[in-house]
Structures are given as structure tokens and as C-alpha cells.
């Protein structure tokens, strides 16, 4: 019996191949598109989730500053980790990570490797995470303190095939020396805590203690992640209270400080409010792919059941010879699962072709891999719902037919009404209308972002780290500026496009003792603002002297938060630096469109100041390039030369966003052609019932236009509908997207119109294909076939 069905259901996808090839092309490209979208769903949401203590893992932050200056840091104080540990029972183990900002040059003999990846950290890292440490001793990773575990890669890369336990890595020309101690597997590629390097957080706080900052009581210098393990069934919510309070016990003024705890497998989504840092994204493209395929069901319910018609004889005759309901329902189920099986055969590999270019486009390393099971759920997921939605319906239709009256071809209402096929097709556009609108919206915020007034000028800037040649900086400008290509020379402690450092230590004329400012402070040579071309709004610049030492200036937002008036000449003190407001520069932005511009600060700071700008003419940019590099390896020697330019540096600020604009209109274009695909076969099924009432208006007189017109006019409506319908929901999409910026465009009702307009102009040019062919034909060879 079940041989039959399929010798059946091949002679009916062979004898109709127009019909066979769209239904194919329409659910290949829709099943390809929509589980490679499902399969990096799944990826983000693996994110952190593989450490078996997941479940008791919470990253420590801070909620600090108040008034504008409030915000979420994801860093915060050295001592407060141990203390909660040692003080609190429901703290079961700590682990902090600081950066490394010591060493950027390691050799191990005459081999010389630059700006790793490297951190230091507590030896419990290796206790609490499942990161698998290959040689070593997790118990002890770290013999002493100058000690290192470095990953599988970066074993390979030092040493070759050598063991690498025992061989000792110089750090910056001898300023260091580390032996390995321990070789760590390479971290998952859906890890948030991903180094090459891991060092003793020993040796880090030896070096600060050499400086005179004891961490071990520091409650002002914010620069360490904190990561807490807790006993199961620890409340969270009253934990955080007691760790602000040894805070408070420690340093009592910091009153607006308050603990968060997020857990750590919803790192890479959420803030610690649990509010959104990326999980908006993860649920729109879950919704994208559901209507990518969605899409492509609608058009083989329609193209089904538009032909159920043509089909109602022989359904009938099969109905009287002695076939069962069942086993016209298993006919048909058959015939849809053998279309479907040529279509998972094409789009897995579909898959395996765009996965290349789709991991490109997200900078990940998804791998299309059928052995691994959770490709497997995706793919099962996403065929049997597809399989369910697009064939039940039509098998359904066809096998309820009533014999007598198919045969006098009474058939045209009740389940098969064309009210139903409408009423699909609104829906296929409604979708597709929506993604164009949220595709022109994206690039028009994108645009919006690329070409709004910054506050400063950033074009034709390149920068890098000075490293020992800053303490020759005077000399070195000097010869940068007989370059041809080279205008104007400064300098600061880090990149203008994003701030790094805050402080909340601060004091001034007439502050409330509730208050606590939170700003981000840049140290900047004299000339900055003016090579910045930024707007002094009130007062002057540094002029250089040693009396600047003990000058401020401050951005608009920051004194609008000090709520001070007339500021120029008030005391202002930072981390314990009493000075004078001397300038009041107008608000810029150092830091994401997402945040509103938070206080900042500069001050003049000559010892602090390791980055340099090179503003050139941008035609003679390669020239002051190599002029620089030549400079920079006159006092670095073995030290790679590092550039980048400044419009990079913010463009990759806006990546993730970029990423969302080309996917949506990647999208969008594949929403409309599979949409248009099913149209395509409508208006060819339309042109192929109304045959003869074409070939009468033709005898009549009807031209080809009017014919077309015909054809074409209720599949126009259809789409006007969609397009009403998909406004507001687009609106409200588009309105919730741009929520997650502070500075946005205005959605004009021009985008809605221009939508609907493509919208209407690509449905009509793929009708018009089969009408205009149909208005076309001799109308005596229609009228004498049927």
C-alpha cells in the first residue's frame, strides 16, 4: 500500500513540475534560511551555560553614581569578592579577572609575540570554571607568582610541539619572567571569558602595592570583574544588600552603591537588571525564522488547495471505486512528505553553502555539523513544524470532498474557498511588508549614526599606543609634523571614540552630601580640544604649564549634574586632587548612541598620556602612517607597530547593529521572492481556470493590458490589505528597536509609503509574467481546448 502511495505521489509531482518546482523552491530556501537562523539562535543562547555550577554562578556589579551618572558597571573594587567570601556563608567561592595592562610584548627565546590576550586572576578560576586545565594542577595552577597557564593554541604558538610546562616566558623586555605552570583547553567559542594568558593575581597586586595602591582595602579603583559562587538556595536579593554593606563598613560616603548579581549564564544577553543587552535581537531573528518558514508553508497550503479543484475528479472517481478517507489522507500526506524530503535534501545543502558566508557576516564559527545533536533538534524542530502546518490542511481538503458533487463540479465553497487562500496571501505580505520597513528603518538609524555631529572630528585620525616612546613625545611630534601628510599631533591616556575609566571620588563647590557623581575622566595634552575641533563653550584650554595640573575641564552633561551655576573658576576635586574648573566643553559623544553622554572630564596629566592622534590629509595618509611607524620603532625595537583609525574604532562600536541591518534586508528579500513565488504560481493556476472567459474577452475585443489588469486586479488588493495591516505592527516593531538608543531617528510615514509601494510594484511585475503570457495566447486554441 505505502509503495503505491509513493508511485502515486511521484507521478503527480512529475506530471505538474511547474507547480512541484515552486512548492520546492519556496520550502528549500525557506527551511535553509530559517534553521540557519534557529542554529545561531541556539548558539547565543549556549552562551556560559556549560559550566556545571552554572546554575550557582553570578558575575558581581555595581549599580553606582546617582542623577544621570547612574549606571551599571560590570567591574568594580578588588577587596570586595574575598570579603564577601570570607564574611558572608553563602558566598561558597569568589574569582576576580583584571585586564592586563603591564606587559604587551612576551618572547620566549628568539621568538617575539605581541599584545596576547592576557588577565590575571585568582587560582579558584580553575576550580569554579569549567574550563579543562590539560597539564597542570587545578588544585595549584600557579606554583608562585610569577607563574602562567596559557592555552592549547598559545602552547602551540610559543613552543611548537615542546612540552610547555617549564619554560619560561620574558614579559617586556625582562621585566618580568613567567613559567609555565599549566596548558588550559582553548576556551568555547560560546564563551563570555575567553584569554590566551592567565597570571596570579598575586603578582598583580605586588605590582600595585610597588605603587602604593593596597587592593587588599582599596574601595575607590574600580577595574575587576567579580564572580561569586554561591550555596545552593542562597537568596540573591538579600545577599547584595549585605555585600553593600561592607562596602559601606569600608568606605561610608559611597551611600549610592548597590550590588547586582547576574548569573552567569545570562551574561551574554542581559544587563544585571536583566534588562535587554542582546536578547531583543536573539528574539526578533526567532520570530524572523518562524515567519521565513511560516512563509513558505503558506505558499504550498495555497498552491494545494487553489488546485484541489483540478484534482476533484479523480479524488471522486477514487471515492466510488472503493477508496477510504484515511487512505486519501495518507495519499496526500505522502505526496507532501516527498516533496518535502527533495526540499531537506536541498536546503541541507543549501545550508552547508551559505554557512561560510553567514558566519562571515556574523563574525562567529557556527559549524553545520549532522553529527552533533543539537543541529539535529533544530532540524527536526523546524521540519516536523513545517511538515504539520503545510500538509494537514491541504491532505484534509482534498480527501473531504463528496463525490457527486465534484463530479457536477459543485465544489467552490466550504473549505476550499478562495476566502481562505486571501486571506494566506495577506498574511505571506503583511510579514514581508514588515521586514522592509524594519530593514529601512535599521539603515536609516545606521546612516543617522554615521552622519550625526559627534561633538569632534574624527575624520582622517589615526592612533596607537606610544609605549616607551612616549617619554620622548616632544621630539617625536616635532618630526611627525614635518611630514607632508601630517597636520596636527596630540596626545591622551586612552581613545576618544569610547572611554574606558570612571571614578566616583569627587568633590565640589556646593555639593549635596547625598550626591555622588559618576564621571569619566580622560587625561589630555593642552592642544586636544582644539585638534579635536571640539567646541569650548565657556572659559579656556590648558596652556601647558605646571599650574594645569590642578585645572579641570568639563563637559555640559556634568555640570549640569553638579547643578552648578557660573562653574568657571569653582574648586573641583578629583581622587583627591583639589583644582578649578578653568573650561566647560559643549557635550560630545565618547560612547555608544545607546546611552545618553554621561559626565566627563579632562585634565592635564603629561606622565599619563600613552596614546597619540595623527590627523592627516587623508590623501597622504600611507605617508604619515610610515612616518609614525618608522618613529615608533626608533624607541620600541621589538614592539609590533598597531594602528587603527578612528572611523573603524566607532564603526565598531555600531557592528552587531550593522550586522541586524544587512541580515534584515538579506531577509526581507528572501520574505518577498518565496512570497512571490507562491504568487507566481496563483496567477499561474488563475490564468489557467479563467482560459476561456481570456479567450471570449479576446474574441471581443479586449487588449492585453485590459486582460492583465483583469488578472492582476484582486491580487493587487490583497497586497493593499497587507500593506494596511503591516503598518502598525512594523510601527510598533521599529518603535520598540529604537528604544535601545538614546539618540534616534524620527520614523517617517514616508518609509510606510515607499514599503507598500515596492511591495505593490514587486507583486504586480511577478503577476503581470503569467498574465501577460495568458493575454497572449491564440484565443482559438484556448476556446477549442477547453
Not at 144 to 163: E, L, P, R, W
Not at 609 to 615: A, E, V
Not at 678 to 704: H, M, N
Request: glycine letters at 6%; one cysteine or more; proline letters at 3%.
Amino acid at each position: 500500500m505505502f509503495k503505491n502511495y509513493i508511485k502515486t505521489a511521484w507521478r503527480n509531482l512529475v506530471k505538474n513540475k511547474f507547480y512541484s518546482v515552486i512548492n520546492i523552491a519556496g520550502l528549500t530556501l525557506g527551511l535553509a534560511i530559517g534553521i540557519l537562523i534557529l542554529i545561531w539562535v541556539q548558539d547565543e543562547l549556549s552562551f556560559d551555560g556549560f559550566h556545571a555550577k552554572a546554575p550557582d554562578i553570578y558575575r558581581l556589579e555595581l549599580f553606582g553614581g546617582t542623577g544621570a551618572s547612574r549606571q551599571i558597571y560590570s567591574v568594580g573594587v578588588a577587596p570586595i569578592g574575598p570579603m564577601a567570601k570570607q564574611q558572608l556563608p553563602e558566598v561558597k567561592e569568589c574569582v576576580r579577572i583584571s585586564g592586563n595592562y603591564n606587559f604587551s610584548l612576551y618572547k620566549y627565546k628568539d621568538k617575539v609575540f605581541g599584545d596576547e590576550n592576557a588577565a590575571f586572576t585568582d587560582p579558584s578560576f580553575f576550580s569554579m570554571f569549567d574550563f579543562h586545565l590539560i597539564k597542570g594542577n587545578a588544585g595549584k595552577p600557579f606554583n608562585d607568582d610569577n607563574s602562567v597557564v596559557i592555552t592549547q593554541k598559545t602552547a602551540q604558538k610559543f613552543f611548537g610541539n615542546q612540552d610547555p610546562i617549564g619554560k619560561v616566558i620574558i614579559a617586556d623586555g625582562n621585566k618580568a619572567n613567567f613559567t609555565v605552570s599549566g596548558v588550559i583547553a582553548d576556551f568555547p567559542k560560546n564563551s563570555s571569558i575567553n584569554y590566551d594568558m592567565l597570571m596570579p593575581m598575586s603578582f598583580h597586586e605586588k605590582a600595585m602595592l610597588a605603587n602604593k595602591n593596597d587592593l587588599s582595602n582599596n574601595f575607590s579603583f574600580f577595574n575587576y570583574e567579580t564572580y561569586l559562587q554561591l550555596k545552593p538556595g542562597a537568596a540573591t536579593k538579600a545577599l547584595t544588600t549585605k555585600i553593600r554593606q561592607i562596602h559601606l563598613n569600608h568606605k561610608a560616603d559611597d551611600t549610592d552603591a548597590e550590588y547586582l548579581l547576574l548569573p552567569i549564564a545570562k551574561m551574554h544577553l542581559y544587563n544585571a537588571d536583566i534588562s535587554d543587552k542582546g536578547i531583543s535581537t536573539v528574539r526578533i531573528f526567532i520570530i524572523i525564522a518562524l515567519l521565513i518558514l511560516v512563509i513558505a508553508c503558506i505558499n504550498y497550503v495555497n498552491l494545494s488547495t487553489a488546485r484541489s479543484m483540478l484534482r476533484s475528479k479523480e479524488i471522486s472517481m477514487r471515492k466510488i471505486i472503493g477508496a477510504a478517507k484515511m487512505q486519501l489522507f495518507m495519499q496526500f500526506i505522502v505526496e507532501t512528505a516527498l516533496l518535502f524530503s527533495f526540499a531537506v535534501l536541498l536546503a541541507i545543502g543549501l545550508i552547508f553553502i551559505l554557512m561560510p558566508m553567514f558566519n562571515h557576516l556574523l563574525n562567529k564559527e557556527m559549524v553545520f555539523n549532522l553529527a552533533d545533536y543539537h543541529v539535529w533538534l533544530v532540524l527536526l524542530g523546524a521540519i516536523t513544524g513545517t511538515l504539520a502546518l503545510s500538509s494537514i490542511y491541504p491532505a484534509l481538503l482534498l480527501s473531504s470532498f463528496e463525490p457527486l458533487k465534484a463530479l457536477k463540479g459543485k465544489i467552490s465553497a466550504g473549505l476550499g474557498d478562495a476566502l481562505f487562500r486571501k486571506i494566506l496571501v495577506v498574511t505571506q505580505f503583511v510579514f514581508s511588508i514588515v521586514l522592509i520597513i524594519g530593514t529601512m528603518v535599521i539603515t536609516g538609524q545606521l546612516n543617522y549614526i554615521r552622519q550625526k555631529n559627534l561633538g569632534y572630528d574624527k575624520e582622517n585620525v589615526i592612533s596607537f599606543w606610544m609605549r616607551d616612546m612616549a617619554s620622548h613625545y616632544d621630539a617625536v611630534k616635532a618630526e611627525l609634523l614635518k611630514q607632508p601628510g601630517v597636520l596636527a599631533v596630540t596626545r591622551s591616556n586612552q581613545n576618544i571614540v569610547r572611554f574606558g575609566g570612571f571614578t566616583g571620588w569627587l568633590d565640589w563647590d556646593g555639593k549635596d552630601p547625598k550626591q555622588n557623581m559618576m564621571i569619566h575622566p580622560i587625561a589630555v595634552d593642552k592642544d586636544m580640544v582644539s585638534f579635536f575641533k571640539m567646541n569650548l563653550k565657556e572659559g579656556t584650554m590648558f596652556t601647558g604649564s605646571v599650574i594645569d595640573t590642578s585645572h579641570y575641564i568639563l563637559n555640559e552633561a556634568a555640570i549640569k549634574e553638579m547643578g552648578m551655576n557660573n562653574p568657571i573658576g569653582k574648586s573641583f576635586t578629583m581622587q583627591g586632587v583639589k583644582g578649578t574648573i578653568i573650561g566647560i566643553v559643549k557635550d560630545f559623544h565618547y560612547a555608544s548612541m545607546k546611552v545618553k553622554i554621561a559626565p566627563a572630564m579632562f585634565w592635564y596629566k603629561p606622565a599619563y598620556l600613552n596614546t597619540i592622534y595623527i590627523k592627516t590629509t587623508g590623501r597622504d595618509a600611507q605617508k604619515a602612517i610610515s612616518a609614525a611607524e618608522k618613529q615608533f620603532k626608533q624607541y620600541n625595537g621589538e614592539y609590533p607597530f598597531a594602528y587603527n583609525f578612528l572611523d573603524d574604532l566607532f564603526n565598531k562600536m555600531y557592528q552587531s547593529e550593522q550586522q541586524e541591518g544587512k541580515l534584515f534586508s538579506y531577509f526581507a528579500g528572501i520574505a518577498i521572492f518565496i512570497s512571490c513565488l507562491g504568487l507566481l504560481g496563483l496567477a499561474a493556476y488563475t490564468a489557467q481556470v479563467r482560459t476561456r472567459e481570456i479567450g471570449v474577452r479576446k474574441v471581443l475585443g479586449a487588449s492585453v493590458s485590459g486582460i492583465v489588469s483583469l488578472l492582476a486586479r484582486d491580487f493587487i488588493k490583497l497586497v493593499l490589505i497587507a500593506i494596511l495591516m503591516a503598518s502598525p505592527l512594523a510601527w510598533y516593531a521599529v518603535y520598540k528597536w529604537l528604544q535601545d538608543f538614546a539618540y534616534k531617528i524620527n520614523v517617517s510615514w514616508l518609509v510606510f509609503v515607499f514599503a507598500g509601494f515596492m511591495a505593490i510594484l514587486i507583486a504586480f511585475a511577478t503577476i503581470s509574467f503569467q498574465a501577460v503570457k495568458a493575454a497572449l495566447m491564440n484565443p482559438v486554441k484556448s476556446l477549442r481546448s477547453e
